[in-house]
């Protein structure tokens, strides 16, 4: 074990740390060419390398000295504050109230729910040890929370008004994954919700199912400004232990891959047979609950840095940022300097009484080119710079970090048409995304069709007949070094199907559309 651990280790892309910041050495000249803050690798040509290097250069991950765990630091964690900041009442309005379960897991629970945890359990962590001596009995740590809560569940349902139940919680968990890790896509601790919920009707389960869903995909298209497609997931790839599984797929263009996005699972009644969860009905005859579970997690982040960043680093959409709005101010040498400064600050106090989170660079010790570089780095939407010409003429100068487009915007009626850039460049950059994920998705018919577009690093929606032996077939007929094909989804949204259509893999009628490709 020990010796994978290692091979593994040396096998994680660690970037370079960030380069230093240049010191302009106090001269208020400004400084054109700027160097030794931009990124060694391009998006377009070495993609693994460009993420390493922009989720740590954009401050986002420090590396850490275990393999697959990263510190997220602010600049992260307030994007994930912000997802959280919507997510959390939304559920609240749908009557799903928060707790918090022990982050430990009792062997004995673990067992009892072999069937299920058996593919998984490799992945699972345990704390066999305190100080010097071993633990009588190894504790597991949580990978996700069935385990932990159901047990609970079946001793606080007892008679249909303890129905429903709908619980969530916040948490971390950890899965000790041995391929590949990579900043918040794949790590072995992540943050997540984790929403549990029982009901006395598959029909409550059902609909809650979906409205969660819509949740994820808000998340990405309103939040993000990630395309999803909403759709169920095949007999081979749906959670085990449940009845079926919903998820949110994304596609990232650049490594022709797939990539789950969010799941949300209606368990049916496997879980309460396992963990005995009964109630007595209103017409006092012993029945089981249905349930659901579904969760969203940091890897949310991950997809929008892959999605929208580019060579000059991190992109974030407005809605996300902690910073909207970063003011700079341009002081020429013989220029008004305090005139400058108190314009800046004058500007950030009239955008953060409008509600934009909005902040001024008056750092010293870096010129404002190099200002410029390090809030493009970190992906701030808009860059407001403020000069000796701009004060004059009482207006500022905008720039767009998703086009690059420089616009002089007069002092009155500032706030009014900040808003509208920022709401222009949040549709901007969903509009840019689609675009090119649609650009990425082929419809084929046949097999020859669809080696050739899975060679192309399509999105492949292919006719299918449904079974999973076909699935398993296709897995392996697709292998090698870049990883086999897999379903990611039958979306919901399901295009015609003419009678006659068969399957692309098995010749067999069709019976669905079904997207496939490479994924995460
Ligand atoms: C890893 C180790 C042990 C995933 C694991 O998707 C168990 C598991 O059960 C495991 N990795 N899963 C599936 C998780 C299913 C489900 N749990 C609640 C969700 C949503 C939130």
């Given at each position: 074990m020990a010796g994978t651990e290692s091979k593994k280790q040396s096998a994680e892309k660690k970037p370079k740390s960030g380069a230093k910041p240049q010191q302009s050495?106090?001269?208020?000249k400004e400084v054109k060419k700027e160097t030794?803050?931009?990124?060694?690798?391009r998006k377009a040509e070495n993609f693994g390398e460009w993420y390493s290097e922009v989720v740590v250069n954009g401050e986002m991950i420090e590396y850490y000295d275990i393999s697959g765990c990263y510190i997220l630091r602010p600049w992260s964690m307030s994007i994930w504050e912000i997802l959280q900041a919507f997510f959390d009442p939304e559920i609240k309005k749908m009557k799903i109230k928060n707790c918090y379960f022990p982050v430990f897991v009792s062997p004995g629970v673990l067992e009892k729910e072999k069937d299920h945890v058996e593919g998984f359990a490799p992945e699972v962590a345990w704390v066999t040890k305190s100080g010097n001596s071993d633990l009588e009995i190894p504790i597991a740590i949580r990978p996700t929370s069935e385990t932990v809560m159901y047990p609970y569940y079946s001793k606080w349902i007892?008679?249909?008004?303890?129905?429903?139940l709908k619980l969530n919680q916040w948490c971390n968990v950890v899965r000790w994954e041995f391929s590949n890790p990579t900043p918040f896509?794949?790590?072995?601790e992540f943050l997540w919700q984790e929403g549990h919920t029982a009901f006395a009707t598959k029909e409550e389960a059902d609909t809650e199912v979906l409205e969660i869903l819509e949740l994820y995909r808000r998340i990405y298209e309103?939040?993000?400004a990630v395309p999803v497609i909403k759709g169920k997931k095949s007999e081979l790839e749906k959670?085990?232990?449940?009845?079926y599984t919903t998820s949110v797929e994304a596609f990232i263009p650049n490594t022709g891959r797939g990539i789950q996005g969010a799941t949300s699972h209606c368990l049916g009644q496997n879980f309460a047979k396992m963990f005995e969860i009964n109630y007595e009905n209103e017409k006092g005859e012993k029945a089981m609950v249905w349930q659901n579970s579904w969760a969203y997690s940091t890897r949310t982040i991950g997809v929008m840095v892959m999605v929208h960043g580019d060579d000059k680093g991190l992109v974030l959409p407005p809605k996300v940022a902690s910073v909207q709005v970063i003011v700079i101010p341009v002081p020429y040498?013989?220029?008004?300097t305090q005139g400058i400064f108190d314009a800046c600050s004058a500007t950030v106090s009239m955008l953060c009484e409008a509600g934009i989170r909005a902040e001024s660079d008056?750092?010293?010790?870096?010129s404002p080119g190099w200002k410029y570089s390090q809030w493009e780095m970190k992906g701030v939407p808009l860059r407001i710079e403020i000069g000796p010409k701009d004060l004059a003429n009482k207006q500022v100068r905008a720039v767009r970090r998703d086009t690059g487009a420089k616009i002089d915007i007069a002092n009155a009626g500032l706030v009014e048409e900040i808003k509208k850039l920022l709401d222009s460049i949040q549709q901007n950059l969903f509009d840019v995304a689609t675009q090119k994920r649609d650009e990425c998705i082929q419809i084929i018919h046949t097999w020859d069709e669809f080696v050739q577009a899975l060679n192309q690093k399509k999105m492949i929606l292919a006719p299918w007949c449904d079974e999973k032996d076909v699935e398993v077939d296709v897995k392996a007929r697709t292998k090698g070094e870049m990883g086999a094909a897999k379903t990611l989804c039958s979306p919901f949204d399901q295009p015609e199907l003419p009678e006659g259509t068969t399957c692309f893999?098995?010749?067999?009628?069709?019976k669905k559309w079904s997207y496939w490709g490479r994924s995460y």
């Open positions: 050495g106090g001269k208020k030794g803050l931009g990124l060694t690798n007892r008679g249909h008004r303890d129905l429903p896509i794949r790590s072995r309103e939040y993000l959670f085990a232990g449940g009845l040498k013989d220029a008004d008056s750092r010293d010790n870096y893999a098995s010749g067999k009628p069709a």
